[in-house]
């Protein structure tokens, strides 16, 4: 089996032809190479990819040459509209990281003071991709502020900086800001990057003493969903063996991940055929491919590197099948379609981060701004199909809270394969979770999602909302946060009569 598999990423890697059907693991035709269909995925966001910037520039000396310095600075970006708080008052953030345990890695991060109270759980949000950068989500979800377009900046009234001390990340190295000037310090798995954040975390608490005793929170959505539980258990690891500054890990929150890809794979057409993308002919055509997808799978978790690369492309092919189906709907929403042959349009983002003001300020020099890494994200391919669910049953018994939740309008991590993959988790409380209540989230009376509790474990698919909740809901997301971090989001309410999680 490993033999054949060899084969077949060389034949891929010298043709990039499409794969016809073998009967020894059934690979469905239409298979496509990982580095290609990372590619195809970013550019689907309007996402102008970069390749990793060779030549630092200034951003070099701004990071410092010392391993493990973390270097910062006060930042008041250009262009802000009146409306909100000082920004000197708050104390907005800035800067690189010098990885210790890399050849020449820089990690850059920029860190909001809560708008309400200093004493605000700190929240670090980790954007998915593989390889997508931090600034995503701060101007388009959860940040402080909006990008105009005029390329300005208005206050975000439902940013999570007002209910928590927020931390953005570019990583793993080689995203957004973050950088490397050797191809040896690109990450490939979930140990190199939770082993990198960890390392980033015990300098940010150094740094910044005030805020090393208020409760610690992870976030973040899409393939974070890999990266959450790792740093979770990272994190956890490190404050169970002494190391270094003991961080407050209260719990992890993951929006529409990927997680457990065994179980979630096969949902997509389980979903496709409920939302009525798919019909019941499709649905079966389909899903004689998971067979196949399983078992790579199961060949990865076992033998690795080659067999997860294959594994990626088996089941990738399912998702690709039903896009096939339903041509220019928006996998991210399927309440809509893809304007053009795009789907979503962050540009402006990009020609913002792009002006010399805004470089200034942040300090990052005139190194290129890598917003979707197509280098990242293939060097990460082999990662793609690991199950980080394992991890975290340890988690809950030491009481670590976890949160799931999901846009019930999202394909490609949708609501329904992360609730299988949730109610399927083994651990002590499993049984009275599955048998807990469902229960309506209320923002402002209205409910905006149905969640089910038990202990520290809680599932909320949310209403209205697609692949990224705190973009599509923002007012709910923050209620979502805010109720989460005070342990007040499983508050007693009726049950849901309708409905199924």
């Not at 995503?136 to 909006?146: K, R, T, V």
């Not at 792009?354 to 890598?370: K, M, P, T, W, Y």
Request: glycine share 10%.
């Amino acid at each position: 089996m490993a033999a054949f598999f060899f084969a077949l990423l060389l034949f891929f890697g010298v043709s990039g032809a499409a794969l016809m059907v073998n009967e020894e693991v059934g690979l469905p035709e239409g298979a496509s190479f990982p580095a290609l269909q990372a590619e195809r995925l970013i550019r689907a966001l309007n996402l102008v990819p970069k390749e990793i910037c060779a030549d630092a520039g200034s951003a070099a000396a701004a990071a410092g040459d010392g391993a493990g310095r973390l270097v910062e600075k006060r930042v008041r970006f250009p262009g802000l509209s009146g409306g909100g708080p000082s920004v000197e008052e708050l104390g907005h953030h800035a800067g690189y990281y010098r990885l210790p345990h890399s050849h020449a890695a820089r990690m850059f991060y920029l860190f909001f003071e809560s708008r309400h109270n200093k004493k605000d759980p700190v929240v670090i949000w980790l954007t998915g991709g593989p390889g997508c950068s931090g600034e995503l989500a701060l101007f388009y979800e959860n940040g402080p502020f909006s990008v105009t377009e005029h390329m300005s900046l208005t206050w975000n009234d439902f940013g999570w900086d007002k209910a928590s001390n927020l931390l953005y990340v570019d990583q793993p190295t080689g995203t957004g800001f973050s950088y490397t000037t050797d191809d040896g310090d690109i990450r490939h798995d979930e140990n190199g990057v939770s082993n990198d954040l960890y390392d980033f975390l015990q300098e940010f608490f150094k740094e910044h003493p005030e805020y090393a005793t208020n409760d610690f929170y992870i976030t973040g959505e899409s393939y974070a969903g890999h990266y959450i539980p790792a740093l979770a258990s990272r994190v956890h690891q490190g404050n169970k063996a002494g190391e270094g500054i003991y961080i407050n890990l209260k719990g992890f929150a993951i929006g529409n991940g990927l997680t457990d890809p065994a179980i979630q794979y096969k949902a997509y057409t389980d979903y496709a055929l409920d939302t009525g993308l798919i019909q019941k002919h499709d649905y079966e055509r389909i899903n004689k491919i998971y067979p196949a997808c399983e078992l790579a799978i199961k060949l990865c978790g076992t033998s690795g590197n080659t067999s997860c690369l294959v594994s990626h492309m088996v089941c990738n092919s399912i998702f690709n099948s039903i896009m096939k189906i339903i041509g220019k709907t928006n996998y991210y929403d399927i309440r809509k379609q893809c304007e053009g042959k795009l789907c979503y349009d962050f540009s402006n983002m990009e020609k913002f981060l792009n002006q010399h003001s805004v470089r200034d300020a942040l300090g990052v020099g005139d190194i290129d701004f890598v917003s979707c890494s197509p280098t990242v994200s293939e060097a990460m391919m082999k990662d793609w199909m690991r199950n980080l669910e394992v991890g975290i049953p340890a988690l809950l018994e030491d009481g670590i809270k976890l949160l799931v939740y999901a846009g019930e309008y999202d394909l490609i991590c949708n609501w329904l394969g992360n609730s299988r993959w949730v109610h399927s988790m083994e651990w002590s409380g499993q049984q009275d979770f599955v048998s807990s209540p469902e229960v309506p989230f209320l923002v402002d009376g209205a409910e905006s999602g149905v969640l089910k509790s038990h202990g520290p474990l809680s599932f909320l698919k949310v209403h209205d909302a697609g692949h990224m909740v705190p973009m599509d809901q923002p007012k709910a997301a923050l209620e979502m946060l805010r109720k989460w971090t005070h342990g007040e989001l499983a508050a007693s309410s009726k049950p849901v009569l309708h409905g199924a999680l």
